[in-house]
């Protein structure tokens, strides 16, 4: 896990690197038989606490450049992937790891102990969670190594995890030697911190001279027990002690007779056949009754734990009549294409007490803020929702999830503030009327028919469903996510908007993320009366600490007294360390850039665990599988909590009541206007414990409630820090969050009994008719997930019954490069089996069934990888395999997408690949078909009215989810969106009996109550 965020070059580690290389060698001379040395290093990307002007990186360039000049040609590291990120330091880590050509293996997700842990089934699941950031650097080469944490054997639960390991393919990483680095690893970085050599020269002679007897112990206890010594396997970690000390333990183990060989070259030997716990020669001597000696004590040894640990103290005067900024919220995106689709799909209660941990006050996350993707049809990132008008004369505000799940978020909280913006909109939009120029220059050229008076009617006519059907209004409102600048558009927005009655809504631009032009906007704002008028927030993505908004920009800001709102800011990170580092986020966003409003994406993770951005790093909850009832709870949650439970919107920042800590973190003060206050700190970037001491003046009387987050405990209340005289102090421990407040009422909220994590249903029938009153659905059916388009409950054509139909007519303004329309649905473990739809086709149209979909694109692009096979209204059938983009390296989207595309490093072909084609007779426009995909290995077989049309042998992909598509074609020049109906959509086993239809579990229930007078239809 990162303690500390990357900071300056790697300025001290050269200097202790020249003096530790003048250190004593090891005085005695080369043992006469030299030994095979394995070089293992630990709690990759980062171990312990990061001492001051060292990064992540430096730490283990300086390992790589040690094992150069020792000759140590394998470093076999083993990663905890829950410490990863896409941004920071720690993927880079590992990337200079592969790149300086050591290997990769696994040591769980979050270093989780096999006796520690809650169960075996557990503690497999956090090592599978830790494969993915291997495998994907490793690729192809041999990974499967596991190195157990702790050394932890597990006890009764080892021989049953052993069998595990060893149907996975696994090997255990063994150990024979180590120094206990570890052991010294955060009291370095505290001496560093303190500036206390001499407790750092005292911890170098102590441990040397520990290395020194652990060699000779080795070699002593090896022949012992083998009567030779045997390969040995050496175990050191990747922190800040280690980078500094290695040179000298390994000119020890070199001065011994120490060969460096590779992991598999020193476990061939037969002293490693029975894996387990501890270490090799202790476990096999017990096993053979060998009582080895006992390690003599080192005289006046110090316990490095007990080093440089007198905290520094910080005064923090705290004056309730300073003032300060509005505090505009904490809160989420929901949005951003589909992000919960499948939670509209949970049972109750469990879908009610997911809403409770995010949005009830004083319970959970208990978010001030919710920011929404106004619905366009087309994807955008994750997917898409179905717009309220998709076409010019059609108007329904009965569509989609979204309208739901913003009433239930302010029925739990009604101080919650709305706001939100359009990613992709409708495709008729800006094809009549007024377009706006775009006003980024050279720097950005979007899809000019967004910049519409259209669009600026689209949105007043959706603010008029949210206020006319569903009883709630906007706070504000953006231009577009990320699509660059008009200021002809914002003008007339705000207009329109005022002659709508809609003048109290707020409008921000211009949300794009990319730093070397997002705010110039605010330069022009500063000469264009109009435009200032017109634009009410300032609104950038924002991504601390990385991106901050300029000093100058602030000012300008404030001169013109336009509050800075974050208004997507993105913390990709699972664990522990996303839940400090999003207090981290949220307290720097105000102290380092003047935000006052942040929103991150995304909240609720109600989509395939295929998708990308999944919910383990994103999310506050992980809702991905609604058909059992299960959903995970991510400590990021707690994160939320800190600030959610302990602000409202509306409180001030309070002036001089935030800043950075003295010992390394942040903290923010917020006050009430009944002057109750909160303090929120993080230490995430502290070496060591620090004092706090508060003066506090003009605010509320009392002791302060002080609730507490650490790695081992999240979100507990601890004894109240009394105040007297107006004065309190509190330790505060390294790497931990704090909240400290005259407030009362908090509570960790959570339900005990979440039902157990259970597969998609298989086989699985929908035929679409066990939705009574579909518009109290939203129009949509349980659990396909449509990635592009709007496929919508309908009436169907030519016989009775309900249907399912896509209903975008033309291509939209996509946020995401554009693609086709299709909505996934099940397992992507799935191998062989058979899925089956019957189409519906008019004139031009072409509509598909999908099977072993196993990618719906990377968040920017949506062109999937899997099978599928077309049929035309004319009969032509073609079976295609499809294989994402056709250029996979080209990076595209905002940095964190780039990142992911390289470090993807996908060279595979993409596109199309048409693996067979005839034409079926018969067939024409105003017909109903049914289309079957059949897997057996890698033998495909299409179907059409149950009559084999085609077939293929393709071994690209194995398994995946099943799918249904509708095809562009085109009109008259005109691209269009086929708008076929689909019906029976059947998952079964190849030949198997047709399975009875699905119907709504216990306690599935309709979104909306039936209304007589919601306006729909044609306008």
Known sequence: MTFARATAAPSLLAPLLTALSAALLFSGAACAQGFDVAVTVDDLPAHGLLPPRMTRLAIAEAHLQTFKRHGVTEAFGFVNAGKLTKSADDARVLDAWRAAGHPLGNHTATHLGLSKAPSLAAWQADVEAGEAAVTQRMQGADWRYLRLPFLDGGGARGPAALAWLRERGYRVADVSLSFDDWDYTDAYARCV???????????????????????????????????????????????????????????????????????????????????????????????????????????????????????????????????????????????????????????????????????????????????????????????????????????????????????????????????????????????????????????????????????????????????????????????????????????????????????????????????????????????????????????????????????????????????????????????????????????????????????????????????????????????????????????????????????????????????????????????SPERDYSVIIETKDAPAAQQLRLNVKGLKDGDLAVWRTTEQEHFVRQADAVVRDGVATLTLEPHAVYSLTTTRGQQKGGVADVPALASFPFPYRETFEHYPRPATWGHQPRYLADIAGSFELARCPARVGTCLRQSAPIPTISWAPDWQPYSIIGDDAWRDYEVSVDVYLQAGESAAVMGRINHAGTGYGFIPKGYFLQLGHDGALRLVAIRGKKDKKKAVGDAEQQALIRAMNDTSEGGEKQLAASRVAGVKAGQWHTLTLRFAGNRITGLVDGKQQLAATDDLYGAGMAGILAATHKDKDEDKLSMAWFDNLVIKAAGGNLPAPSRAMTGQQALYPAQKSMPSGKK
């Open 193 to 671: 911190a303190s500036g206390d050599q001499a407790a750092i020269t005292t911890m170098k002679t102590q441990y040397l001279a520990a290395v020194e007897r652990g060699i000779a112990k080795m070699q002593a206890d090896s022949q012992r027990v083998y009567g030779r010594v045997i390969p040995q396997v050496l175990l050191t970690h990747l922190g800040g002690w280690s980078a500094v000390t290695l040179p000298d333990v390994l000119q020890r183990l070199d001065a011994a007779g120490a060969r460096y060989v590779p992991l598999q070259q020193a476990q061939s030997d037969p002293a490693y056949a029975e894996p387990g716990g501890g270490t090799v020669i202790e476990r096999t001597a017990r096993r053979q009754g060998i009582k080895l000696d006992a390690e003599t004590p080192m005289a006046d040894r110090i316990d490095p734990g007990t080093l440089c640990r007198q905290p520094a103290e910080q005064t923090i005067i705290l004056d309730g009549n300073a003032g300060g900024p509005r505090f505009d919220g904490i809160g989420i995106v929901e949005g951003g294409g589909g992000t919960g689709v499948l939670l509209k799909d949970y049972p109750e209660p469990q879908r009610s007490e997911i809403l409770d941990l995010v949005f009830t006050p004083k319970f959970g996350a208990s978010v001030s803020a919710l920011y929404v993707e106004i619905p366009g049809d087309g994807n955008a990132t994750q997917g898409s929702m179905p717009s309220h008008m998709h076409a010019r004369d059609d108007l329904n505000y009965e569509r989609g999830y979204l309208w739901w799940e913003m009433r239930e978020a302010r029925r739990r909280n009604p101080q919650l503030t709305l706001d939100g913006a359009a990613w992709s909109a409708p495709g008729w939009l800006g094809r009549q009327g007024q377009l706006f120029e775009q006003s980024t220059g050279d720097y950005y050229k979007g899809d000019a028919r967004f910049f519409s008076q259209d669009t600026a009617n689209y949105y007043v006519s959706w603010l008029k469903g949210l206020r006319n059907v569903y009883g709630m209004e906007f706070d504000a409102i953006g231009i577009r996510n990320e699509k660059g600048a008009s200021y002809g558009f914002a003008k007339a927005l705000r207009t329109t908007l005022n002659a709508n009655d809609f003048g109290k809504v707020k409008l921000h631009g211009f949300d794009n993320w990319p730093d070397p032009w997002k705010f110039r906007f605010v330069d022009d704002m500063a000469r264009d009366a109009e435009l200032r008028d017109a634009i009410d927030i300032v609104g950038a993505h924002i991504n601390p600490p990385k991106s901050v908004v300029p000093v100058e920009v602030q000012r300008k800001a404030a001169a013109m007294g336009k509050p800075i709102w974050n208004t997507e800011q993105h913390v990709y990170k699972a664990g522990y360390d996303g839940l400090i580092s999003m207090v981290q986020s949220f307290n720097e966003n105000y102290v380092r850039s003047g935000v006052t409003k942040v929103v991150n994406w995304y909240g609720i993770a109600g989509l395939y665990t295929m998708q990308a951005y999944s919910g383990e790093k994103e999310a506050m909850v992980r809702a991905n599988w609604p058909w059992s009832g299960h959903y995970r709870v991510n400590p990021v949650l707690w994160g939320y909590a800190h600030y959610g439970q302990f602000t409202e919107t509306g409180w001030t920042y309070l002036q001089g009541g935030s800043g950075d800590l003295a010992g390394g973190g942040t903290f923010v003060t917020l006050a």
